[in-house]
């Protein structure tokens, strides 16, 4: 992270209660217990971690809508939490749900959201690059997933906000407009903007991500660029699969202790556990035995899912 830059989102060991529950004798149960984080300028934050991990209620009380029991917030040095207009017009929000209204067209919507603004963005210009015209004649009730999150990270943007909080923007989208939105969110964060980003798919979060943090049970338990997250699971677990293509129904033979080898589908191969040159030279050992020449070979670096994964189970282990 850069300390000369002002971070527009700081969370400090924030901590919320769900509230008494019945089924627990009235007790408070408290969905946040201390999660911590920043999110710069001209970079897209993103928050991971499993249902009921605490990513929405995290995003609701940086967004004013829950006021925690614990902890700080400051969005653009304010807190977010109450009537606050000035605040609110430089802050765009998607949620997931949409929270649409279904019986409007996308188009109208959106120039009257827009209205509502003092400095909105060009909203022709955005209109055309979401492609909102090619259903803007059908109702919001009767539009896809993927066309109402279109419409819903329009309504986001309506404002040209500095700080934009996305939620699951990818989700229900086809290839063609998840590029788009990918497209989109990379000139935001050239344009300066600070993106808050929650997505479920590690592909997009890989993609996406200049900073991520990861909560669980309503804990951040690790953070990092993707590049350090990656680095720091292959250091904490050297082992790393080998994948290869090669003729189908090979008799496998029994690896040495700590591999597994196994046939993933017809002619795709893996072999887990390979964590040494002799672990290589085993394999390919057994390759000039049998005269297999494979026709690819992968050996495959840690991604942000295997190390979203590992948390996951060190928790389930705990």
């Not at 925690?68 to 969005?75: A, K, M, R, S, Y």
Request: negative net charge; hydrophobic residues 40%; glycine residues 8%.
């Amino acid at each position: 992270m850069v300390s000369s830059v002002t971070p527009s989102l700081i969370i400090n060991e924030l901590a919320k209660d769900l509230g008494p529950v019945p089924a627990l004798d009235n007790r408070m149960l408290r969905v946040l217990e201390s999660v911590s984080l920043k999110a710069y300028p001209g970079q897209v934050t993103t928050l991971l971690g499993a249902n009921g991990a605490g990513k929405s209620t995290t995003l609701a009380c940086a967004q004013g809508l829950l006021q925690p029991e614990g902890g700080t917030i400051e969005l653009l040095g304010q807190n977010p939490y109450g009537d606050n207009p000035e605040l609110r017009s430089r802050v765009g929000v998607m949620l997931q749900d949409g929270g649409l209204p279904p019986s409007m067209r996308p188009v109208p919507l959106l120039r009257h959201v827009a209205s509502l603004y003092r400095n909105p963005i060009d909203i022709d210009a955005l209109i055309t690059r979401l492609d909102l015209e090619s259903f803007g004649t059908r109702t919001i009730r009767r539009l896809s997933g993927g066309q109402k999150q279109r419409v819903a990270l329009a309504l986001a943007l309506a404002g040209d906000p500095e700080v934009v909080f996305l939620d699951e923007p990818s989700a229900g989208l086809d290839p063609q407009s998840r590029q788009v939105v990918f497209d989109l969110i990379a000139e935001l964060r050239d344009a300066g903007k600070a993106i808050i980003l929650t997505t479920h798919l590690m592909d997009d979060a890989q993609r996406l991500s200049d900073y991520v943090y990861i909560i669980d049970k309503g804990c951040t338990v690790a953070q990092g660029t993707v590049a350090e997250l990656t680095a720091r699971a292959a250091e904490d677990q050297d082992a790393r699969p080998i994948s290869f293509a090669a003729p189908v129904n090979l008799v496998l033979p029994e690896p040495p202790a700590g591999l597994y080898l196994s046939e993933t589908s017809a002619g795709e191969y893996r072999l887990d556990g390979v964590s040494s040159p002799d672990h290589l030279h085993w394999l390919t050992s057994w390759w000039l035995r049998e005269g297999i020449l494979p026709s690819q070979l992968n050996l495959q670096s840690r991604s942000l899912e295997d190390v979203f994964l590992e948390f996951a189970q060190k928790e389930e282990r705990a």
